[in-house]
């Protein structure tokens, strides 16, 4: 009934190729832009932006550099932790060897570095497939971790082995990072970053290298015989993908905890991101945001909705409780929807356009 | 099997032993003031490398038998080590002799490849590889959550009689205070030995062994030759139980049973890539590389970088081994067709 395109026709090719072809959409899209721009900072209590829109923005940023390798590339990768380690640690490392440079040329130089160090652990992609090169970005999840964590120069020689993210502002005197800004701050600062970074990301899969990528995906010697170099494909993915992981690492230690140690990026954290993409779509960039809000708010459902039945409970059984219930949703997702939800996200759409009259 | 590559590998791994050592001898020279070298220590280390590399081993064995007969990466096998190693120890508590309460554990592990069969693999057949391995991951909490749930989550010791002092053998002239060894190892080389034949015996000469081979094989054909594929599939989950058991105990006596048990499968994941995915021989001879390589590289190269390398050198060997052999030591060949 309010999602109908009838009548809206297209006269021009760019007006075809829209990211948002329907006008719905686009003013749907703009709406909840401009609510989260504008509305949410004043309305939404301290808490909820601390510990659920702040964590969710950066998840997001992080699934979105995954999903570009594993979803659209079809390299699995369970490095995403060490490559987050990498911007976290090469930003702090930046932003106290030039204070006086802006954090936006901070963060972008981390993520180049991290691109670099992708790059460096895609190589052996050209040789090895699937669960082999699973196993080998591994290596770089440990590695990168105990670099880390031996040298101390990474974290300016701090004895405890924890960087503390220094106070900067991108313009003006708010600052946008480490423990002290305001939480506000802090989150319109990651929406417009984010956004922007979404809005580079869609592009890039609908252009000429992302269809490189997804050929290299569907059947990669298919791929080669009509003229994609695999080598340039695959590994363009790993420098984009660890760009943006990258990115979201440095977001993590400067803007949502403030102060970060090596170990928060354990293998943990790469199946965490993981599963993000899974549940909310593999080859989705709006997969990527759904996948994230479900696994940001699905621990803190779980963990109040006892509170809410008043049962008695202790911490430990409820922790691992949470653990089962985790891993039970996950096959359920699964077993029920195997393309995420994204996919459910589209059908959706698609029974909104016949509503109430399907044929 | 193939037995041929098999003995080119042994020969290969035996044969490089003494070379590496001729090699690290000239490194310590080089850089005397981190590195020492001696005959008789690198050969304790060798030694007990080889011991740690039979525990890797047996974790490993637990991910080629489903791989093979499914084609699934299925990484909640450390999870499954852990599961059966509580439920050994819960049944020990309960007053009950290690050898009843083996048993049972096993049929517990029965139990829960019964389950897993039905509840998670028959609704997603047909589904890609990476949608099965991260239900292997659900599996993975699901069982860890619960393992902690039932038996609580404290370390708990393992005793099935072994006595947990060194042995010091050969002593004598090449080796002054003896070699030292540490009888769970040794018993769990036996007991990996005693496995890895059954297992073979197992594929070789039964009936369910035959059907295990031809699932291995070609799914599809195996079907349209009457083998019941679900039945099989609970077979080869249940035995991968078992070989968890078997690991777990091993592991459990040595370190404790403990949750950190179930991390133990990211040590086999190195194993796997060397040995291949779809080889037991292979999951054997990685292993022992694997355990040796470890060793040596921590003692030996360790002190150069700073020591505490163990975390990611065996991943490092395994990739560099990768871009050379990309299936494996023993994996299939992979033959790609457009």
Not at chain 1, 28 to 57: D, E, Q, R
Not at chain 1, 225 to 245: D, E, H, Q
Not at chain 1, 313 to 324: M, N
Request: aromatic fraction near 12%; hydrophobic fraction near 60%.
């Amino acid at each position: 009934m309010f999602y109908r395109e009838a009548g809206q026709f297209k006269t021009s090719y760019a007006a075809d190729q829209a990211i948002y072809p329907i006008r719905q959409d686009k003013i749907g899209i703009l709406i909840l832009f401009g609510f989260s721009l504008l509305a949410i900072p004043f309305i939404a209590p301290i808490y909820w932006l601390n510990s659920i829109l702040i964590p969710f923005l950066i998840f997001s940023l992080a699934a979105l550099g995954l999903n570009i390798l594993t979803g659209y590339c079809g390299q699995l990768s369970l490095g995403t932790g060490g490559f987050m380690a990498c911007g976290a640690f090469f930003s702090y490392k930046l932003a106290t060897a030039m204070p006086d440079t802006n954090i936006l040329i901070v963060f972008l130089l981390a993520g180049l570095g991290t691109a670099l160090v992708g790059v460096l652990f895609g190589l052996p992609s050209l040789r090895i497939k699937g669960f082999y090169l699973a196993v080998a970005t591994l290596a770089a999840q440990f590695f990168l971790i105990w670099m880390f964590n031996k040298f101390s120069w990474w974290t300016n020689h701090s004895p405890s082995g924890v960087i503390s993210a220094p106070p900067r502002a991108v313009f003006g005197d708010i600052d946008v990072t480490s423990a002290s800004a305001s939480p506000e701050a802090k989150y319109v600062f990651l929406l417009l970053l984010v956004s922007f970074l979404a809005l580079i990301a869609k592009n890039m899969v609908r252009s000429r290298i992302g269809r490189s990528w997804m050929a290299i995906r569907d059947m990669d010697i298919a791929a080669e015989i009509i003229g994609i170099r695999p080598m340039l494909a695959k590994l363009s993915a790993f420098a984009v993908s660890s760009f943006f992981i990258g990115v979201s690492g440095a977001l993590w230690a400067f803007t949502y905890s403030g102060s970060v140690e090596a170990l928060a990026f354990e293998i943990n954290r790469s199946f965490e991101v993981l599963f993000m993409i899974i549940i909310g779509g593999l080859g989705a960039i709006m997969g990527s945001f759904l996948g994230a809000a479900f696994i940001v708010l699905l621990p803190i459902a779980l963990d109040t909705i006892p509170l809410l039945l008043g049962l008695p409970l202790s911490v430990e059984t409820v922790a691992h409780l949470r653990l089962i219930i985790f891993g039970a949703l996950i096959i359920f997702f699964l077993i029920v929807e195997p393309h995420g939800l994204a996919r459910l996200w589209q059908i959706g759409k698609e029974k909104l356009r016949l509503w109430p009259f399907p044929y | 099997m193939n037995l041929k590559h098999l003995a080119i590998g042994v020969v290969c791994s035996l044969g490089s032993i003494p070379v590496v050592g001729l090699l690290l001898q000239q490194l310590a020279e080089a850089a005397p003031n981190d590195i020492f070298f001696g005959w008789d220590f690198y050969i304790e280390v060798v030694v007990t490398g080889l011991l740690q590399g039979v525990m890797y081993a047996l974790v490993a064995l637990g991910f080629v038998l489903i791989f093979k007969a499914s084609a699934i990466f299925n990484f909640a096998q450390g999870a499954m080590v852990l599961f059966a190693a509580l439920a050994m120890v819960g049944f020990i508590e309960m007053g009950l002799h290690w050898t009843l309460a083996f048993l049972l554990a096993a049929v517990v592990m029965i139990i829960v490849a019964i389950l897993i069969e039905r509840v998670v693999l028959r609704p997603m057949v047909n589904q890609e590889p990476i949608i099965l391995f991260m239900a292997t991951i659900g599996i993975f909490f699901v069982l860890d959550g619960l393992g902690q749930t039932i038996w609580g989550s404290n370390v708990k010791a393992l005793d099935i009689g072994i006595s947990q002092t060194p042995w010091f053998v050969l002593q004598g002239e090449f080796f002054p205070g003896g070699l030292r060894l540490i009888p769970t190892e040794v018993v769990a080389a036996v007991v990996g030995a005693l496995t890895v034949t059954l297992l073979a015996v197992l594929f070789q000469y039964t009936k369910v062994g035959r059907a295990l081979r031809a699932v291995a094989d070609d799914h599809q054909a195996a079907l349209s030759v009457g083998i019941p594929l679900k039945f099989i599939w609970a077979i080869v989950w249940s035995v991968a139980g078992i070989v968890g058991l078997v690991a777990g105990v091993m592991w459990g006596t040595s370190l404790g049973v403990q949750f950190s048990l179930s991390l133990i499968a990211l040590k086999a994941l190195p194993v796997l890539i060397l040995g291949g995915f779809t080889s037991i021989p292979g999951a054997i001879v990685g292993g022992l590389i694997v355990g040796v390589g470890e060793q040596v590289g921590e003692v030996f190269i360790g002190p150069l970088f700073g020591g505490a390398i163990q975390d990611w050198f065996a991943y490092m060997l395994a990739m560099i081994f990768l871009l050379f052999r990309p299936q494996g030591l023993f994996g299939e060949r992979i033959i790609e067709r457009v």
